[in-house]
Nanobody, 115 residues
């Protein structure tokens, strides 16, 4: 059984910062990638950033230079530091843990950026 527990969402003004956290517990054997997706109202869920177990990060073009993903191997926690936030970043952010056999998702955390 794999569980993902997210935290850190909230309301922030344009230009502000937030840090999201996601802790993975349970079976971590075969865990390859951890990361974040987001879904704005009326839109599909979009890729934001991922980090492989060797630490290699990938970012969506829309967040490059503003967001930083990192991972703590000891606690199986992934973080998303979000700086210079814009209203377009408003969405529910979902943590994902990708295994060789499938993906798991967190419950989502709301991020709202006011103009």
């Amino acid at each position: 059984q794999v569980q993902l527990v997210e935290s850190g969402g909230g309301l922030v003004q344009t230009g502000g910062s937030l840090r999201l956290s996601c802790a993975v517990s349970g079976d971590i054997f075969g865990l390859n990638v951890m990361g974040w997706y987001r879904q704005a109202p009326g839109k599909q869920r979009d890729f934001v950033a991922t980090v492989m177990m060797d630490g290699y990060p990938k970012y969506a073009d829309s967040v490059k230079g503003r967001f930083t993903i990192s991972r703590d191997s000891a606690s199986n926690t992934v973080y998303l530091q979000m700086d210079s936030l814009k209203p377009d970043d408003t969405a529910v952010y979902y943590c994902t843990a990708q295994y060789y056999y499938g993906d798991y998702w967190g419950q989502g955390t709301q991020v709202t950026v006011s103009s």
